[in-house]
């Protein structure tokens, strides 16, 4: 770690999260300043890259320069009045919650600008497309950035138009219905979410998510928690996305363009999740407790009906397509990081915020690996794909089949990778939940999620085996095996899989004391 003042640790927050608003909007020029290449759409894909390597370089050194000893402290805080006449500030702060999402959504939108320079996808002109990825990562990171409950439901929004247009107009077949599900069920959802955000601002006197933590609720009626937490949930639920709020995601992730995916999968998704334990656990936590095992049967259901879809979809003659298979294992795994927040207690929490990394660097990967399968093939059907690579990826393509694999394992909880500490923590915090929470009923809710990891396991296996493995036809077409380009796109994500896997103090050892504060009743 290195030694930052506060001050340089302010700017760089507020760097990370302006600076791509202003890339876009550089983007949009008729020559982004200070880039050239063999043509102005080489230029500006050119500008992207740079754009999110300086965020990421950012955010890269304001972890270093963050407290470690102190990771439940909020630092590098920037507190400005903005509208004084509804005590709306211009608050931002990261504690050991909100680092590891900011520097995975920094990584993540480096990666998918760096994927996009060299693989375009086909699309209107790229300026456009550039502009949009930047605005994206703007207001991901001003969502776990802002300490301000109108702020954030503005950052919250802000990721909706972007995504929209990178669906509809860079997206494959069913573009628009897809946008347009995604848009309608997120904005609906907004709308409850804000007049939750508001009936607290109004009531507790303040929008300030520090102050909130810190009251704990103490000034807010029991019955005012119970309608929060219920408008602000299902706001939260729709972008997680929780079952049966999540029929749009299948459609989405089946029609968007691979980074569209990766940056779904990888940092949206996680924003509903976030809000649940940066503004309802601490802010309205009787409110929660009242919800919390009906948050928890849902969670299960969706694990399990994620499952049985992605194992439908996986077998032979199913006209199964692997985005759409990724989509729905999505929705099982996000159940896992909600039963884990169901529980109030510090494991199940911090079991949550663990999963939603590891989910956010293996179903990233993975939507990278299937975008390459869908250069090089033509199609995600997985009957098609079999028949290309003569269900063989293995002989054909050894290093894409064995990064596939590689997925799979991890996707499926192998131990020794990313995937298995947030779901085990969270079926451990579900054999002991919060107190007044029913023991028995939570206990029934570990026992079905544990079967659900057993047909993660059953349906990645199968994945594999039809896609990866058998003998190599003679008359079966060659395939490109990795690029070296997509080498350097896709190895960081296999890296911290792997050291996530073997080392979660790593990521423990920053989420852990925020959580015990969190639910102890303030964030200082």
């Known amino acids: 770690m290195i030694d930052i003042s506060e001050s340089v640790m302010q700017f760089l927050l507020a760097l990370i999260v302006v600076v791509p608003l202003l890339g876009a909007l550089a983007a949009l020029l008729p020559a982004p300043p200070g880039l050239k290449g063999k043509s102005p759409e080489q230029a500006v894909l050119r500008h992207g890259v740079s754009v999110t390597g300086a965020v990421l370089i950012a955010a890269i050194v304001l972890a270093l320069g963050f407290d470690h000893d102190h990771p439940s402290k909020m630092q590098a805080t920037t507190d400005i009045s903005w509208i004084p006449a509804l005590d709306v500030r211009i608050h931002l702060g990261i504690d050991g919650i909100s680092l590891p999402l900011l520097v995975l959504t920094a990584l993540l939108t480096f990666l998918c600008a760096l994927y996009s320079y060299f693989k375009m996808p086909a699309g209107p002109t790229p300026k456009a497309f550039v502009a949009l990825l930047l605005v994206l990562e703007s207001g991901t990171l001003a969502s776990f950035a802002v300490l301000d409950l109108l702020l954030f439901f503005l950052a919250f929004e802000m990721v909706l138009v972007p995504m929209y247009f990178l669906i509809a107009r860079w997206g494959g077949e069913g573009r628009t219905r897809a946008a347009w599900r995604f848009i309608l069920y997120t904005l609906l959802g907004s709308v409850v979410m804000l007049l939750g955000l508001l009936l607290i601002g109004i009531k507790a006197g303040t929008f300030d998510m520090v102050a909130l933590a810190t009251d704990n609720g103490r000034s807010l009626t029991a019955s005012v928690q119970v309608i929060a937490v219920l408008a602000i949930g299902i706001g939260l639920a ?252 896709w190895t960081p994500l296999v890296a911290l899989t792997v050291v996530a896997g073997l080392w979660p103090k790593a990521l423990l050892g920053l989420t852990d004391p925020a959580v015990q504060q969190l639910l102890a009743g303030g964030t200082r």
């Open 238 to 489: 729709v972008k997680t996305p929780m079952w049966p709020l999540h029929s749009w995601l299948p459609d989405a992730h089946t029609s968007a363009p691979t980074v569209g995916s990766v940056m779904l999968a990888g940092v949206l998704l996680k924003m509903g999740t976030y809000g649940f334990v940066r503004i309802i656990l601490p802010i309205a936590p009787n409110g929660f407790h009242t919800f919390a095992p009906y948050l928890a049967a849902f969670a299960v259901v969706g694990i399990i009906y994620g499952s049985l879809a992605c194992l439908a979809l996986a077998k032979q003659g199913a006209k199964g397509d692997l985005k759409r298979l990724i989509a729905y294992s999505s929705v099982g795994h996000m159940g896992f990081v909600l039963l884990g927040i169901a529980t109030m207690t510090p494991t199940g929490v911090n079991g949550a915020l663990f999963a939603n990394i590891a989910h956010g660097l293996i179903t990233g990967l993975l939507f990278f690996l299937v975008g390459a399968l869908k250069d090089r093939t033509g199609t995600t059907d997985l009957d098609s794909l079999a028949d290309q690579t003569g269900a063989a990826l293995y002989g054909k393509a050894p290093r894409l089949g064995g990064l596939l694999a590689f997925g799979a394992v991890a996707s499926l909880g192998l131990p020794g990778l990313a995937g298995f500490w947030g779901e085990m923590l969270a079926l451990f915090g579900a054999f002991d939940p919060a107190d007044d929470l029913s023991r028995p009923a939570f206990l029934t809710f570990m026992a079905i999620a544990a079967l659900g990891t057993l047909l993660t396991a059953a349906y990645m296996l199968v994945v594999v085996r039809r896609v990866c493995m058998g003998a190599v036809p003679q008359e079966a077409p060659q395939l490109a095996d990795v690029h070296t380009y997509e080498f350097a796109a």
